[in-house]
Structures are given as C-alpha cells and as structure tokens.
C-alpha cells in the first residue's frame, strides 16, 4: 500500500484528537501568567516541555492563580520515522492528587492547569508510567 494514500486518514485522525487541556479545547503556551521558575539564564517560566520520556522542567514553582501549560513537540523537532515522516512519543499529564484532571493521550499540542490553592501537585505519564513524572509547587 502506498504511504500517502493514508495521509488524509492520519491528518482526520489527528484534527479528532489533536485537543487537550481542561476546557476540552487546544489552547497555545500561556507564558503571560506571573510566576512560574527561574531558568539558570535568569527567565521565568510556567510551561512545561515534553521530550521523549521527560517534563523539563521536572518541577516547576509557581505563586497562586498561576497557569502552567504542557507543551509537546511540533512534527518537526520529533524523531525521523520510518519512509521520511516525523513521528512523535505520545504522553500524557495525569495528576495524582485526586482530582481525575488528566490531558488525553496525544503527541503534539498543548494542555493548561490553572491552580489555585497553595500545594504540590504531582503527576505522571500514564503512557510511560512513574518513570516519566514531575510536579507544580503552587506557593
């Protein structure tokens, strides 16, 4: 079977999965938010990078009220598939405090949680497991 006929199929696919985030919508890295980390350069951050089995940063400290945004890697900065086309890790942000709020399964896009109470919020991905975890210090 020739590859691109199934193009139109994958791209379907991906339009019907491709959300995430708490609404239920995409929504695009949220950096406007105060707080967030402290980089060894000095800048602030509350978006959080998924790469082949990690968050970076691991943990992330943020002040109340703050959004912090998952954000998976474009087509074009995943790994070289097989025949030329990219293809990226699926992961997902499940969190472990008992709140049942967890990203769907995907491999590219973005997924936001604003939290509110002070706490740590730990979670993980449920494709890759404990191995694969971080946390939100809310101070």
């Known amino acids: 079977m020739r590859y691109w006929r199934l193009l139109p199929i994958c791209m379907a696919i991906a339009a019907a999965c491709g959300g995430g985030g708490e609404s239920g919508g995409s929504t695009g890295p949220t950096n406007s938010n105060p707080g967030g980390t402290t980089n060894p350069g000095g800048s602030v951050t509350n978006t959080v990078n998924l790469a082949d089995q990690a968050f970076n940063p691991g943990s992330v400290t943020v002040p109340a009220g703050t959004t912090v945004t998952w954000q998976w890697p474009t087509s074009t900065t995943c790994s070289d598939g097989y025949g030329g086309y990219f293809t990226c890790p699926t992961h997902s942000v499940t969190f472990d405090d008992g709140s049942n709020i967890a990203s769907p399964t995907q491999s590219t896009g973005t997924f936001t ?8 919020y730990k979670y993980h991905c449920a494709v890759h497991g404990t191995a694969m975890s971080g946390q939100v210090i809310v101070q």
């Open 113 to 120: 949680r604003t939290f509110s109470a002070p706490g740590t």
